[in-house]
């Protein structure tokens, strides 16, 4: 249930392994577009799974709830669960999917299993879910149906393979008749390949998903800070340390990319979450918070690196190259991109932007404020500043000649560390600036140095 970025990826990995999986959503034109065999997600590998299973019948869409739960044994959520202006979360996606769900349940005789992968605060499932469930279907968890929460973590932009391959599985549930149900199912789904498997209660399941993407986020706000004082000493560059920090400490490398602060649909909105339960309990959330005012400050950087070569910025115009939260996606929520846009453009700059992918989700928000080009060269034309806000590897075909030929003033702002440093800072031809990554020619820190004691 719900068709988006988790939920149509997450059917069709099931689909293309033989199962019979009923996709559902409320959203009338997405059904029209999935049955027609057009994903309306970008997402690698997703468009040729959605011809293969319509084909082959293992997949169908619905907007029919009660036939849905009546033809399966299983039923997966996965609606969306946005920030509300308070950083908690809104639930009513799930608590009116959930009454639709217990309304079909009480129809239906045989046990069935709910798996809530939604992400969720801790203890919704057990205390704002199930109580759902039970009232509108009039039966009882565990004896007519059952009920999990399963977090998912797969990446945007690696949607399938995430979801083939994934780092574990987490079963959150209070009876062991559930957890078991949904063990053997995802035992026969990885068969030899069946990762580390978690089997936990709800609340700490909720709580697994909420800490993986709160300290991901304070990896990255821990990475741009350091990257933002690499800037500052001679000779420091975030891409040397981050090696260095990567093999002693094994980190993740996934999440150790510095650049102008994270964004997408999960980790701004599950960090603001937890921000909010810890607020709910009296505790103080101040390394979650740091986190967050981090984050929020880092894309500024490229607007102050523009003012250091430009000065004033009114009436310059910038190309922006890349939109989406991150390359191999679509999606353009919480953007950093799109959040410099509208710095820019608010501080009279003349704004012209491109992106592989993103630019009808772009035009939805940013509407008539900036300029579409058609393609990435087309955006250079003129401008007075490129920025790289997003890491698109289509981006990198061009060289330094190409920036100087199309640029009215080849000032480039690499924002997200995608070209070759070297190769672009020996050329005459580029002013080049990559954050996390002095630029100080004359070798002479900005700061004071203490001269050592002379102990001879
Ligand atoms: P999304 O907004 O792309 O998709 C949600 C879908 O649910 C929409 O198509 C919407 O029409 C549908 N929907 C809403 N109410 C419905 C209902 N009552 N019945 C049927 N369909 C309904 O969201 P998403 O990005 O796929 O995220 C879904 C959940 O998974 C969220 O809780 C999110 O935090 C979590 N999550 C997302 C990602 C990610 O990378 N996008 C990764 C891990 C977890």
Same mark, same amino acid.
């Given at each position: 249930m719900g068709l988006g970025y988790v939920g149509l990826a997450t059917a069709l990995c099931f689909a293309d392994a033989g199962y019979e999986v009923l996709g559902v959503d409320i959203d009338p034109e997405k059904i029209r577009m999935i049955a027609s065999g057009r994903s309306p997600i970008h997402e690698v590998g997703i468009e040729s799974l959605l011809s293969g299973s319509l084909k082959d019948g293992h997949f169908s869409v619905s907007s029919d709830v009660k036939d849905a739960i009546t033809r399966t044994d299983i039923t997966f959520v996965t609606v969306g669960t946005p920030s509300q202006p308070d950083g908690d979360i809104d639930l009513s996606f799930i608590s009116s999917a959930a009454a639709e769900i217990g309304t079909a349940l009480g129809a239906k005789k045989e046990y069935h299993l709910v798996v809530v992968k939604s992400t969720v605060v801790p203890t919704s499932t057990t205390f704002s879910i199930l109580p759902i469930l039970e009232t509108s279907s009039g039966k009882k968890v565990p004896v007519d149906f059952g009920l999990c929460f399963s977090p998912e973590f797969l990446r945007e932009g690696t949607a399938i393979e995430d979801t083939m391959n994934p780092d574990a599985l987490i079963i959150g549930s209070e009876d062991d008749r559930s957890s078991g149900v949904l063990s053997r199912l995802y035992e026969a789904f990885y068969?030899?390949?069946?990762?580390?498997t978690l089997v936990t209660s709800t609340s700490n399941a909720e709580f697994v998903k909420y800490s993986v993407n709160a300290f991901r986020a304070t990896q990255l706000s821990f990475l741009n800070s350091l990257a933002n004082l690499c800037e500052k000493i001679?000779? %420091? +560059?975030v891409g040397e340390v981050t090696k260095g920090l990567r093999a002693v400490t #094994?980190? +993740?490398?996934?999440?150790l990319k510095s650049g102008l602060g994270f964004g997408g649909s999960c980790l701004p909105k599950d960090l603001r979450a937890l921000i909010s339960t810890f607020q709910k309990t009296g505790l103080n959330p101040e390394l979650l918070t740091a986190t967050l005012v981090v984050n929020n400050a880092q894309p500024r950087r490229a607007i102050e690196v523009s003012r250091e070569f430009l000065?004033?910025?009114?009436d310059k115009q910038f190309a922006l190259l890349g939109l989406s939260f991150k390359p191999g996606t679509d999606d353009i929520r919480e953007s950093v991109a799109i959040s410099l846009a509208v710095a820019l453009v608010s501080s009279g700059a003349r704004v012209r932007v491109y992106d592989p992918r993103a630019m009808s989700n772009a035009r939805h928000v940013l509407g008539n404020s900036v300029e579409y080009a058609q393609t990435a060269i087309s955006c250079l034309q003129h401008a007075d500043c490129c920025i790289l806000a997003t890491g698109w +590897?289509?981006? #990198?075909?061009?060289?330094p000649s190409g920036f100087k030929q199309l640029m009215r003033n080849p000032l480039i702002i690499d924002g997200c560390r995608l070209f070759d440093a070297p190769v672009f800072e020996t050329t005459r031809e580029v002013s080049f600036y990559q954050l996390g990554?002095?630029?100080? +020619? %004359?070798?002479?820190?900005e700061f004071q140095v203490v001269p050592a004691k002379n102990y001879g």
């Open positions: 068969r030899g390949k069946l990762p580390y001679p000779g %420091a +560059d #094994k980190i +993740d490398e996934r999440y000065g004033e910025i009114r +590897d289509e981006f #990198k075909k061009i060289t990554k002095n630029h100080n +020619d %004359a070798r002479q820190p």
